[in-house]
C-alpha cells in the first residue's frame, strides 16, 4: 500500500472542522468589507469627475475610480480562490496527487505525478514548482470546467505547479528532493582536523573563540 507523507487539507476532527469554518466565515466578511468599501469610494471618486470641468482632471479622476473598484473586486476574487476548499495537494512516497485552479476561469487541473517520470525540478523567481518530465508513462492530467466536466489534459514536457499551503511545497523540497530530482543545497560541513590550533594560536585565542 501507499504511504502517505503530506496531505492538504488535513483531515480534521469535528469540533476543528467548526472551528476553522467559523474563521473562514469571518475572514470572508473582513475581506467582502474591504470590497464594498473600494467600490464606495470608487463611486465618490465618479461622482466628483462628473462635477469638474477640467479635461484632463476628470480623466483622472475617472480612471482613479476604476482602477479602486478593480482593486477591490480582484482582491476579492483572489482571497476566493485561495480559500477554495476544492483544492488539495497528497504527497506519497511514489506519487503526487495535486489539484489547481487555472487563472481565473473558474476551471481546475487533476495531477497526478509519479516521481519515476520527473527528469528534474527547480523553483521559479515566484516561487512555483516547475517539474520536468522524462518520461509520461504513469502520469497523468485533467481539466475540469466549473460546470464540471472532465477531460483530459497534455502535460507537456513541463509541468507549473501553484500550491494552495506551502508546506505541500516544503515537503516535496524537504522531504521529496532525491525523488523529483531537486537540487539540494549542500553545506560544507567543518571538522575537528579544519579547526585545528596551533601553539600559536593558543597563545593569542587561548578561549578558542576564532578571534570572535
Known amino acids: 500500500m501507499d504511504k502517505l507523507i503530506y496531505e492538504f487539507p488535513p483531515r480534521l476532527s469535528r469540533s476543528e472542522k467548526q472551528a476553522k469554518a467559523l474563521h473562514d466565515l469571518q ?4 475581506f467582502r468589507r474591504q470590497m464594498y468599501k473600494n467600490l464606495i469610494l470608487a463611486g465618490v471618486i465618479f461622482a466628483l469627475s462628473l462635477l469638474v470641468k477640467p479635461v484632463l482632471i476628470k480623466i ?37 496527487e495535486h489539484c489547481q485552479r487555472v487563472g481565473l476561469t473558474g476551471d481546475k487541473l ?8 520527473i527528469s528534474s525540478s527547480r ?10 518530465l522524462g518520461t509520461q508513462e504513469k502520469s497523468f492530467c485533467e481539466r ?26 516544503l515537503t516535496l523540497i524537504e522531504k521529496m528532493h532525491e525523488q523529483i530530482k531537486y537540487p539540494k543545497k549542500q553545506y560544507n560541513v567543518i571538522s ?10 593558543m597563545k593569542w585565542d587561548s578561549l578558542h573563540k576564532h578571534g570572535l
Open 60 to 96: 483622472l479622476l475617472i480612471l482613479i475610480a476604476a482602477g479602486n473598484a478593480a482593486v477591490g473586486a480582484l482582491i476579492y476574487r483572489f482571497y476566493s480562490l485561495s480559500r477554495d476548499t476544492s483544492l488539495y495537494t497528497r504527497i506519497y512516497d511514489n506519487r503526487l
Open 192 to 201: 575537528d582536523e579544519d579547526d585545528y590550533y596551533s601553539d600559536e594560536d
Open 123 to 132: 523553483q521559479d523567481n515566484r516561487g512555483r514548482l516547475i517539474v520536468s
Open 110 to 117: 487533476h495531477i497526478t505525478l509519479y516521481y519515476s517520470d
Open 144 to 169: 475540469e470546467t466549473k460546470q464540471g466536466d472532465k477531460k483530459g489534459e497534455d502535460m507537456g514536457s513541463t509541468i507549473t505547479l501553484r500550491f494552495a499551503d506551502t508546506p505541500s511545497k
Open 27 to 30: 475572514e470572508h466578511q473582513k
